[in-house]
């Protein structure tokens, strides 16, 4: 009696046992709740190899970025982020060398039909490289927010003449800094060793003392410099702004807000260049003329979403209207903007625009005010007192 007691205890242990496992294995009850797995429609589609690569193809943009860390590259994936709309509009964001190489990548690279770079690179290419036809063959459809010249170096360099003689990195050759770095120095006459090497390690470098100071461009803030630990003898150099400066450059400043760590508790003045979303001036009625024409469509129509977080604060400090000297509007930005003031969508962007000039007319004690030069600085400005009076 006693052994059948315990066979029948191990029995129904067993069968306990059988039970939690068909319920953590998903098989009772599998036949009254069966499991859908939703497949996303794209990947539903099938169809023959070539209808594949045709609907895949018939719809996609190529935007070149900048380096993974950037800002620039940042805005980018954003960019793609709103935009994109499966196949109906598809926008391949494109890690780069940076800004100086995007406008090489947007005259020859295959699949790039847009591009982020600065306003100095295209002077560089139309003066010093003379591309033929730049003008033509390049147009932008907005301006981008300004990207700030950071000098990062050791407490004991207090200036740029200190970098004299000394060893500097510029980054990878291609990116904005590698220009706009070497451009700034030689304006200043300070001869200085050029390091091109990636940012990443030039930090470390710089700790160690193998190289004495870091030339970045990229809009602030980023977390490559603001994750840098106080007490660490780092700090940024002042670049004072001059008439070296004022064909392509802007009024720029970090402040301790910015980077409470690298500026000592004060501002720090540098220079600013102005960034711009270039597009190719692809002949109208192509297949690529197409295909951009309903990016930048898109881009306009959802223009209200890039204007709230989680997007780059950046988003916010554009001036749809801006306009880049010497560079032409892409017709099609040209056309989208014009319905944006007139209709309804836009009035906020309208209100802005007529606040804006009544705030200049209401300065024009202020350094710059009737300059056009420095319009931008000013419209920062503008932000930064709107918002401080609650009025976004």
């Known amino acids: 009696m006693r052994m059948r007691g315990i066979a029948g205890a191990a029995a129904i242990a067993a069968t306990l046992a059988l039970a939690v496992w068909s319920l953590s294995s998903g098989l009772v009850g599998a036949q009254t709740a069966p499991r859908t797995i939703q497949v996303p429609q794209a990947i539903q589609q099938g169809g023959t190899d070539q209808e594949l690569k045709d609907r895949k193809n018939a719809w996609t943009v190529g935007i070149v970025g900048g380096l993974l860390s950037g800002s620039q590259m940042r805005m980018a994936d954003e960019i793609s982020a709103v935009i994109d709309d499966g196949d109906n509009m598809r926008v391949l964001p494109i890690v780069s060398r940076g800004a100086a190489s995007n406008l090489d990548d947007l005259l020859y690279l295959r699949g790039v039909d847009v591009a982020i770079t600065q306003s100095d ?171 951009v024409e309903r990016f930048v469509q898109s881009l306009y129509s959802k223009w209200e979403k890039f204007q709230k977080p989680p997007f780059h604060p950046g988003w916010r400090e554009i001036n749809l209207a801006a306009t880049v000297p010497g560079w032409t509007r892409w017709p099609v930005a040209d056309e989208m903007l014009r319905q944006m003031s007139g209709g309804q969508q836009k009035n906020d962007q309208q209100q802005l625009s007529g606040d804006f000039q009544a705030y200049l007319n209401s300065r024009l004690d202020l350094p710059g005010a009737r300059d056009p030069a420095q319009r931008d600085e000013l419209y920062r400005d503008f932000l930064r007192w709107r918002e401080r009076q609650g009025n976004r």
């Open 121 to 291: 690179v295209f002077e560089y290419f139309r003066t010093q490289r003379k591309t033929q036809g730049l003008e033509k063959r390049v147009n932008y459809i907005m301006r981008l927010p300004i990207s700030e010249l950071h000098i990062l170096a050791r407490d004991e360099i207090k200036s740029l003449e200190d970098l004299r003689g000394k060893k500097v990195n510029f980054g990878p050759a291609g990116t904005g800094s590698s220009l706009t770095g070497t451009i700034v120095f030689q304006r200043l006459g300070i001869n200085v060793e050029q390091v091109l090497i990636d940012q990443p390690s030039a930090l470390t470098k710089l700790r160690s003392g193998e190289v004495d100071a870091i030339a970045r461009v990229v809009s602030k803030p980023i977390d490559f410099f603001a994750k840098i630990p106080p007490n660490s003898g780092l700090h940024l150099v002042p670049i004072p702004y001059s008439k070296a400066f004022e064909d392509f450059y802007a009024l720029g400043e970090f402040s301790p807000q910015d980077y409470p760590n690298l500026t000592g508790g004060e501002r720090i003045d540098t220079i600013a260049v102005p960034s711009v979303l270039a597009v190719y001036n692809w002949q109208k009625g192509t297949d690529r003329f197409r295909k």
